[in-house]
RNA sequence: GUGACUGUAGCUCAGUUGGUUAGAGCGCCAGGCUGUGGCCCUGGAGGUCGUGGGUUCGACUCCCAUCAGUCACCCCA
């Protein structure tokens, strides 16, 4: 149970804690690393946006139908949470001008916060965090298979190995009526078969009765999207397949796989793990041509995918992986005298060391505590009547004395800092 | 939004058919070691028993509501 506080943290958000940011520290850091190898520039938008922006992305998903956060600011703005990034995304890269300067435009986000107003459960919150790209202006599935190869090969530097990226085409506007045509027909013909919200769904997105796991014997045996596209979409998803396997990504065809927004065009892909609980979707994404020009900018198609860093964070707890970025202390200054420790903690900062001491003016065996506990490399102890300290060296559990001018120095030879 | 299960110290959990001052382990603090940490020993701090009602002479224990967590559905990252 937590511990009594007047006003606890809202349902479904987490605070993360000093333990834990080093393992965000972690993969925000190879996300960096990654998108940069891979081209895209950092973006970062505001955390709300028009409603109507929000809005016009997705009517009829549910993400947007019933999960957003709206409301109306004090000067009757309607503006809400986002509940994902790319409409925020496109919106400033068209409002930026980084459309008109050239293409292709390739952006990232990091730690970007989402907000859906759900019923939590594990993996699942109603802030969460991603990772996500997004390509503007490439038509080609050269674009499709970038995406998916930072992801991928993202996932596999963090340390995630059982994840499988599932993909899939939905087609286009040519040739995506046939096809919720035809599974129109063939669900219809299977109503008696069919759970209730599955018949409710037929009329709206029969594209998602593939989803539904009530029954996965019917979709099974459904019509296959690939079987319906047309000729440029056959051709796009065929590339993209060879782009994949030539990239040496391991991939599988997944007829099911449709993702939850509506602006997806041909490509979907989506990674799944397997070790989050109710979840499987650890992040994924897709084409997206019609949605630049939908949000009123230029008729150029793009492509993009998010990852829940949550999720991955949980994924790869499952893996056995809890390790982060862990900077520990380099030395902490103990003594009698807490003016004289500040003083040298300090003086050894400013020396560009990680440095600190104990404010509590605790005993010495306190201190070493402390500092043990810390994970200090050494602890320089004051006191001595001259100008000398002692540096206790805490793993070898060894000591000598030092003058106190050359502290800063003996330290710095034997814990360099991080990259420096 | 629907259904099910759960809710006792910072953490993991005991708490006997409702009975008076609610316990343990770990963690934390102090001492044993007259400045020196991870082991051991001793002591200490810390709990409106999620919250609010109700039943009862009496509730951590029973009932209802509410909040929160977990799981499934829905949906998604």
């Not at 010495?364 to 602890?379: E, M, N, P, T, W």
Request: with cysteine; proline share 4%.
């Amino acid at each position: 149970m937590a511990a009594a506080v007047m006003v606890g943290r809202p349902r479904g958000t987490e605070d993360v804690l000093p333990a834990q940011s080093g393992r965000w520290q972690r993969a925000e850091r190879i996300a960096r690393e990654f998108a940069g190898r891979w081209g895209f520039g950092e973006i970062r938008t505001p955390t709300f946006e028009h409603t109507e922006l929000i809005h016009r992305v997705g009517e009829s998903t549910d993400v947007v139908q019933k999960e957003t956060y709206d409301f109306a600011d004090r000067g009757g703005r309607q503006l809400s949470l986002r509940p994902e990034g790319t409409a925020a995304v496109v919106r400033a890269c068209l409002q930026g001008g980084l459309v008109a300067q050239g293409l292709p435009v390739k952006v990232y986000y990091l730690s970007m916060s989402a907000f859906r107003y759900e019923r939590p459960e594990a993996g699942r919150l109603r802030e969460h965090h991603q990772f996500g790209c997004e390509t503007l202006g490439a038509p080609g599935p050269a674009a499709d298979a970038e995406l998916v190869s930072l992801l991928g090969d993202y996932l596999a530097a963090v340390g995630i190995h059982a994840a499988v990226a599932h993909v899939n085409s939905i087609g286009c506007q040519e040739c995506r009526p046939r096809y919720r045509e035809a599974l129109r027909a063939y669900y219809g013909a299977h109503l008696a078969e069919l759970c209730a919200d599955c018949r409710r769904r037929l009329d709206q997105n029969p594209l998602r009765l593939l989803d539904c796991r009530v029954d996965r014997a019917l979709a099974l045996q459904a019509p296959r999207a690939v079987d319906f596209l047309c000729a440029d979409c056959a051709a796009h998803h065929a590339s993209l397949g060879r782009l994949l396997d030539a990239a040496g990504l391991a991939w599988e065809q997944d007829h099911l796989l449709v993702r939850g927004f509506d602006y997806y065009t041909r490509t979907v892909f989506e990674f799944v793990h397997g070790g989050l609980g109710a979840q499987s979707g650890l992040g994924g994404g897709g084409r997206y041509d019609r949605l630049v020009a939908e949000l009123g900018g230029p008729d150029i198609p793009a492509a993009g995918f998010g990852l829940g860093l949550e999720r991955l964070l949980l994924a790869l707890e499952k893996e056995g992986q809890t390790g982060g970025d862990a900077p520990a202390c380099s030395v902490l200054v103990a003594g009698d005298d807490v003016e004289q420790a500040f003083a040298m903690a300090t003086a050894l900062r400013r020396s560009g060391l990680q440095a600190d001491f104990d404010p509590l003016g605790r005993s010495l065996k306190a201190q070493l505590r402390h500092a043990s506990r810390l994970g200090a490399r050494f602890v320089a102890i004051l006191g001595a009547p001259d100008e000398a300290v002692v540096l206790r060296d805490m793993a070898l559990r060894q000591q000598r004395p030092v003058q106190r001018d050359g502290l800063a120095a003996a330290v710095a030879e034997a814990a360099p800092l991080d990259g420096a």
